[in-house]
């Protein structure tokens, strides 16, 4: 889909930069002209929500490093010189501490539209791959920048994540001591978790611009499925139609996203890291930010350190694999009956892995009369598995057992009512269909 | 042709011997990156061995000295917890140890009464909460790992038993600490 650009240089001066570096022209190809699918839903404003929410990170986090001390003695401290002293400071700062919120949940959005319009299938996969890359380094930003305040879980976080890399058979206590620079998670290790932290953000930059690249390259699934066919009847420019439809997104995102800076700023977070670090005293509960719950969950249900460590791992790279692991030809949930029963019961799944990670293990989950049937361990134990199953057992077998409904013959025809299978009143609102 | 082939040879041991120094040379700027990473002087200096006065800890009660940056517990055991503990040999348990294989000897002799284990949970580093748990040993708060008063995991995550630490008696009432190990 590349190639579309009717960029036409107009000043003499223009046109003398074109020639020696056609970056306008690029510009303007990929967020002007480029032709979008007429027929795309809200679930498609998230990835222009999601640049928006990168830059603003790297903004605030810049300026919050102007006057943050990456020191143990120091950084807990310069925290609060930051919420009290610095002007606006408890703005930057919690703009920096939600944005981290509303990025994942953003990203987990954008990550189940993909799953249900299978947007990772060929010859989308390589797009995808790279949408999984900037997953695992949003996680790994995230994890460090969640230390640097210095508080109880910021250490007792930091303690149970290295410490996974022990699990690794001979050589894991030496990585973990070169991860640490010492003998346990110290001023070494808050040290160059801040350079990583600052260092990140932009690599998942350089990611996001590969992603782009193959999405322009392959060009924007679409909530039917049905390729492009032809362009002045299935697509609309980027500009104006994508732009605004992103930009009232963005407005939208944007008071959520507020709302919780302005009146619930501590909600998200974990009061326990407003105590300073304290390496001789673990906090009673260590619980990760939300974000990272249903995996949390998936590392305790396995009994085994290793296991669990892989297993937990193993959750999130297995979304790698998932053009290969769905057989089905047909691209869109929508089509496919029985893939979206399937598909609604993995994201209570992973819901309910989230809320599990939340509990004590012990926790009595099911009681019959005085004994109880089912703990938090046990739960968890079975959504782990269900959540495996769904990507190598379900996922494959579906493609081969089941009927799928009748395409339209295009996207104009979904949009316009003009195809067969798809009702006209349903086509027309696309975006309230799921 | 014959000419031609040694020259040949000779241009290609030259390029292949250029190739491998330049290899060595590469690598081996690789390994102050590396190792840069490490613990540097300055906390491997702070880790220097410890030595611990016993005396001033009584009959069941224990101490934590934070050494090398994780905590070192010191338990004085009581009569009663030395029984159950030893009672508690026969039992099935996920990293099988005798009580007597819990403490360092004195010439010759076990000092059972003195349990001397690196206070990190050996699933994922927390630090266990003493007197407490199942057993009224130790008990890791975070994932539920029941460690006895010999520090032998006995329920829950934790695939061993807290480490003991390298030391040694100076006399009776006195440790020298020299080193920490991993629980793999």
């Not at chain 1, 249900?301 to 047909?330: E, N, Y």
């Amino acid at each position: 889909m590349q190639g579309h650009s009717t960029y036409v240089p107009k000043s003499s001066a223009a046109k003398w930069f074109e020639a020696r570096l056609p970056i306008i022209g690029l510009m303007h190809s990929s967020f002007v002209s480029y032709p979008t699918p007429k027929n795309l839903n809200y679930f498609w404003t998230f990835g222009g929500i999601l640049m928006v929410m990168l830059m603003s990170q790297i903004i605030t986090g810049i300026m919050l490093a102007m006057h943050y001390t990456p020191h143990v003695d120091h950084a807990f401290a310069s925290v609060e010189h930051i919420m009290r002293d610095v002007n606006f400071g408890w703005l930057i700062r919690y703009l920096h501490m939600n944005g981290a919120h509303m990025f994942f949940f953003a990203v987990y959005l954008h990550i189940f539209r993909g799953m249900f319009y299978g947007s990772y299938k060929a010859p989308r996969e390589v797009l995808w791959i790279l949408g999984v890359v900037i997953f695992l380094l949003m996680m790994a930003t995230a994890f460090m920048g969640y230390v640097l305040p210095w508080g109880q879980m910021s250490l007792w976080g930091a303690v149970v994540i290295t410490n996974l890399f022990s699990a690794i058979p001979l050589v894991g206590q030496t990585i973990v001591e070169f991860l640490w620079g010492g003998y346990a998670v110290d001023n070494p290790t808050l040290n160059r978790f801040f350079s990583l932290h600052y260092l990140l953000p932009f690599m998942i930059f350089g990611v996001v611009i590969l992603h782009v690249w193959a999405l322009h390259v392959v060009g924007q699934n679409n909530p039917t499925g049905v390729e492009v066919k032809n362009l002045s009847k299935d697509t609309v420019p980027f500009t104006p139609y994508a732009t605004v439809k992103d930009a009232f997104a963005m407005v939208c995102f944007f008071i959520f996203f507020l709302f919780f800076v302005f009146y619930q700023p501590n909600q998200l977070g974990h009061a326990d890291n407003y105590i300073m670090a304290d390496s001789l005293k673990t906090p009673a509960h260590i619980v990760p930010e939300w974000y990272f719950l249903p995996f949390y969950a998936i590392l305790r249900s396995v009994p085994d350190k290793l296991g669990g460590v892989m297993a937990m791992g193993g959750a999130v790279v297995i979304l790698a694999f998932l053009p290969w692991l769905d057989t089905s030809k047909i691209r869109s949930g929508s089509f496919r009956p029985a893939f979206k029963i399937f598909f609604f019961v993995f994201v209570v799944v992973t819901v309910l892995l989230g809320w599990v990670g939340s509990q004590d293990t012990g926790a009595p989950v099911l009681k019959f009369g005085e004994n109880t049937v089912l703990t938090m361990v046990g739960f968890g134990q079975i959504l782990t598995i269900y959540y495996f199953a769904h990507f190598l057992i379900i996922l494959p077998m579906l493609g081969l057992f089941e009927r799928p409904l009748a395409l339209p013959a295009s996207i104009a025809d979904s949009v316009l009512g003009g195809g067969h299978g798809m009702p006209i009143g349903a086509a027309a609102s696309p975006e309230i269909k799921g | 042709m014959s000419s031609m082939t040694v020259e040949g040879t000779r241009r290609d041991f030259l390029y292949l011997s250029t190739g491998v120094v330049g290899a060595i040379g590469g690598a081996s700027m690789v390994w102050p990156f590396v190792a840069q990473l490490g613990p540097d002087a300055e906390t491997r200096a702070a880790g220097a061995p410890v030595e611990v006065d016993l005396s001033q800890i009584p009959e069941g009660q224990s101490i934590t000295l934070k050494w090398r940056g994780q905590p070192i517990f010191v338990r004085h055991r009581t009569e009663q917890e030395l029984k159950t503990a030893d009672a508690d040999d026969s039992k099935s348990m996920p990293d099988p140890m005798p009580d007597a294989g819990r403490s360092a000897k004195f010439n010759g002799k076990v000092q059972s009464k003195w349990i001397i284990v690196q206070g990190s949970c050996t699933h994922l580093g927390c630090i266990p909460v003493k007197n407490s748990g199942d057993y009224n040993g130790w008990y890791c708060p975070c994932h539920g790992s029941h460690y006895d008063n010999a520090g032998r995991i006995r329920k829950g995550p934790a695939p061993k038993n807290l480490v003991l630490p390298e030391y040694a008696f100076l006399s009776e009432s006195s440790i020298r600490i020299t080193g920490t190990r991993s629980a793999a």
